[in-house]
């Protein structure tokens, strides 16, 4: 178990390290601080969710029994991704305080920073970010002990399963750092908005249908009489992790309605938010 633990603590932050130093240090770059850091950690979790997705895959499609098949790979990468959410919640932070400085709220440069201001950073971080951060330590503290000790060899396939739940994660990123960069109004981040809301919708909210169907597909049963026939700390497990994706679902679409809007017209209301 240790040796994927120490990988992933290895490989997630010396990739955004590495991404970080490049794009500040090559003369054809020579990028600031603070652009370096939101799309390196940015980059690193689009690389996670490609290497997730991809083990995720390989998992599900090896496991025709999907109650008792295993594949090494849904033990393996489970352990190597836990360091990757005790990363990204760090990273997260730094790119926070960079929009935080980049808005003119920091410290003048060169000169130390009060803690006092730390400290009001890190209390809008967490305010902004706290279902993500939430999330992040949800994997690391429950989700990855039961997926380990729980399972007892288990439920391979539904795993790998929920590992291509980050089939989303790199258009999420990608859009993120078009609107960093005021790249909202190009055929890009309209096409990748597309293909994010696409990507969520399946791989992260009709996942967990599937799996029901999956699993009544196996036992005989109809899809409605699942829930009934399985234990009810399974339907609550399951119940918490789609709930966060429902949000973030609706803020997806939220944000579509704005992005395809046409523009100079007058929002409809159930569309309109205050930014």
């Known amino acids: 178990m240790l040796t994927p633990m120490v990988a992933g603590g290895v490989v997630f932050p010396g990739l955004f390290l590495l991404s970080k130093n490049t794009l500040q240090r090559l003369p054809q770059l020579r990028w600031e601080e ?44 489970t ?14 932070f730094l790119c926070h305080w960079h929009k935080h400085q980049v808005k003119g ?19 809008g971080y967490l305010h902004k970010e706290f279902l993500m951060v939430l999330h992040h330590a949800v994997m690391v503290l429950v989700c990855f002990p039961l997926s380990v000790v729980w399972r007892q060899g288990k439920g391979d396939f539904f795993l790998g399963c929920l590992l291509m739940a980050e089939v ?12 960093q960069y005021k790249q909202q109004h190009t055929l890009l981040h309209k096409v990748n908005g597309a293909l994010m809301l696409l990507s969520f919708l399946c791989c992260r909210v009709l ?8 699993y009544g597909r196996h036992a005989g049963l109809p899809l409605l009489a699942v829930p009934l026939a399985i234990p009810a700390h399974v339907n609550l497990g399951a119940a918490l992790l789609l709930a966060p994706q429902l949000y973030w679902f609706f803020l997806i679409c939220r944000g579509a309605c704005r992005l395809f809007r046409p523009r100079g017209s007058r929002p409809p209301s159930p569309c309109h938010t205050q930014d």
């Not at 709220?105 to 209390?123: L, Y």
């Not at 790199?170 to 750092?177: E, M, Q, R, S």
């Open 105 to 123: 709220h920091g410290g003048d440069e060169g000169r130390p920073r009060a803690p006092g201001n730390i400290w009001a950073v890190a209390r």
């Open 79 to 92: 352990q190597f991704a836990v360091p990757y959410f005790i990363y990204d919640i760090y990273a997260m």
């Open 207 to 214: 996942l967990f249908p599937y799996l029901y169907w999956a």
């Open 34 to 77: 603070a652009d370096a850091v939101i799309v390196s950690a940015r980059l690193v979790s689009s690389v996670q969710a490609v290497m997730a997705s991809t083990a995720g895959y390989i998992v599900s499609t090896s496991c025709k029994h999907i109650i008792d098949d295993q594949h090494w790979l849904s033990s393996a990468y």
């Open 168 to 179: 989303s994660t790199p258009f999420v990123c990608l859009g993120k750092i078009l609107i």
